[in-house]
Structures are given as structure tokens and as C-alpha cells.
């Protein structure tokens, strides 16, 4: 089976820096994705890490550690319209999403 | 192109009755994927297509659900004898199969199953 573990909830404030952590365990693994959701909308897609290390794009980041089963997602310069839901997601044979990372981000 | 589009965005059902959703995939998109999500939860998988053929099915899916992609275009989903648990929204979302595995949702059809 599979399964991901992220925090429930974080909270920063305008132009901070915040990490959203991702483990996961996993019978197959291509790589790790990040989806963005806010409220009432659908997903959309941020990053993906099939190897080892940084991926940067913008204010955002993220990164893996395949042996450690490990990814992050790195959000700088925060504005108010990052607050959403985060998701990571392991790409194996079926894809699988995490329960989501609710951030709420304060002037 | 205007993107993933779904049909109905709205569904409002009895127990016990089929539905029937559709999804119109990216047109250059070779895979297409159905999620159910419900509040506060991740999109959780339910099928997987490439071109016409269905590649998985979530082991969670019970025989009331189904889904056909029959040119390898647009895909339905359909689900019979309706119950109160199937009440969610139901994402499709397609693929290019390109390496980064981006995925493009669609808007979803929010099912309630009254």
C-alpha cells in the first residue's frame, strides 16, 4: 500500500518563508508532485521531483530525498494569496495525494 | 484550448439512481484519471486511462462504479444504485505523459446523494 504524512495546518505571515514536509511509504515510486488548492477550485500542479534534491520555480521549491522517503515544499516571499491547500502526491503505478496541508497566511 | 472541462458541475441525486459524469480531457492528452475528493481530504484515485484502455482501478472501487474512455478521447464516469457515501466531488484530471507528470483537473461535478 501507500501512504503520505503532512502536517495538517501551518501558519506565516506576509513575506515570510514556510516548508510544508512530506513522508511517505510506498510499494513503487516514480516521484513526488505538489499540487496547490484553494478553496472551491481544483487542483493545480506546482512541482515534481523524480531525483534527489532542489527543484526551484519562482518563489517556490521544492525537494526529495528518495532514501529517505522525504520531500518538501518551500514557499518564499508568502502573500496572501498562497493561502490554500497543499498536497503532495507520490507518482508509482496509481497516484496517490496526501491528506492536504491547510496554509494560512496573516498580514 | 480551454483546458479540462467536466459535465455536469452539479448533481443532485436520490439513492438508489445511476449518474453518469463526463470529462473532455486537454485534446493532445493521452491519459486521463477520475478522483474523488471529500472535504478536507486529498483527491483519491479511482481510475486511470491511457488512450482508450483502462490501465488501474483502485482497489477501493466497489462494481457500482465504471468508467469508458471509448476513443481515447472523452471519458464517463458512471455510478449505479447511488448511496449517501458516494456524496463528493469528483475530479478527472489529464496528462501529456510528459516527464514532470504534470496533471491538469478539471473543475470537478459535485454528487449529492440525498
Known amino acids: 500500500g501507500q501512504s503520505l504524512e503532512q502536517p495538517s495546518e501551518v501558519t506565516a505571515v506576509e513575506g515570510a518563508i514556510v516548508q510544508i514536509n512530506c513522508t511517505y511509504q510506498?510499494?513503487?515510486?516514480?516521484?513526488l508532485s505538489w499540487y496547490q488548492q484553494h478553496d472551491g477550485g481544483a487542483p493545480t500542479f506546482l512541482s515534481y521531483n523524480a531525483l534527489d534534491g532542489l527543484e526551484e520555480t519562482g518563489r517556490f521549491s521544492s525537494f526529495l530525498s528518495r532514501s529517505d522517503s522525504y520531500g518538501y515544499l518551500l514557499l518564499q516571499e508568502l502573500q496572501m494569496k498562497d493561502s490554500a491547500s497543499y498536497f503532495c502526491?507520490?507518482?508509482?503505478?496509481?497516484?496517490?495525494f496526501g491528506r492536504g496541508t491547510s496554509l494560512i497566511v496573516h498580514p | 484550448d480551454t483546458g479540462v472541462s467536466q459535465d455536469p458541475r452539479h448533481k443532485i441525486t436520490k439513492r438508489g439512481q445511476n449518474v453518469t459524469f463526463r470529462c473532455d480531457p486537454i485534446?493532445?492528452?493521452?491519459?486521463l484519471y477520475w478522483y474523488r475528493q471529500t472535504l478536507g481530504q486529498g483527491p483519491e484515485f479511482l481510475t486511470y486511462?491511457?488512450?482508450?484502455?483502462?490501465?488501474?482501478k483502485s482497489r477501493l472501487l466497489s462494481d457500482r462504479f465504471s468508467a469508458e474512455r471509448p476513443k481515447g478521447s472523452f471519458s464517463t464516469l458512471e455510478i449505479q444504485r447511488t448511496e449517501q457515501g458516494d456524496s463528493a466531488m469528483y475530479l478527472c484530471?489529464?496528462?501529456?505523459?510528459?516527464?514532470?507528470?504534470?496533471?491538469?483537473f478539471g473543475p470537478g461535478t459535485r454528487l449529492t446523494v440525498l
Open positions: 502526491a507520490v507518482e508509482s503505478y496509481i497516484p496517490t
Open positions: 484530471a489529464s496528462s501529456s505523459g510528459t516527464a514532470d507528470n504534470e496533471q491538469f
Open positions: 510506498t510499494s513503487g515510486f516514480y516521484g
Open positions: 485534446s493532445e492528452h493521452n491519459r
Open positions: 486511462f491511457q488512450n482508450e484502455a483502462q490501465l488501474e
